[in-house]
């Protein structure tokens, strides 16, 4: 059984912090659970452009307020604690939170190792297994 808290991993090396968002990891692929789990705060005003071309990830808003867009269709739908999106056809998007920061529920298919940020295009580098 693996127990953590979040005030245990916060500020260690699975706290990673990038522009607009910073990102504790609380399980990861070494804990082989064939998928990794994180906690995350979008920063307050961000606008983050992301593309998970390697992984799938579904998220659960648990504060704040902000929207996502669909870059494929445009579509744009509100997001506030209590609602949940999946991006399971790897959906390139632009996440954006309001006044204050949104803190995020994630889960990733396949699990990611807890260093990566996003490159250049918004993704997660593909891992070998």
Known sequence: MIVRKLSEVQGTE?????KGW???RM???DDKMGFSFHITTIHAKAELHMHYKNHLES???VSGKGEIESKIDGKVYPIEAGTMYALNLHDPHILRAFDEPMIMACVFNPPVTGAEVHD???AYPALAE
């Open 14 to 18: 699975k706290h990673i912090h990038s």
């Open 22 to 24: 910073d990102s504790v």
């Open 27 to 29: 399980l990861l692929r």
């Open 59 to 61: 998220v659960y808003c």
């Open 120 to 122: 250049e295009t918004g």
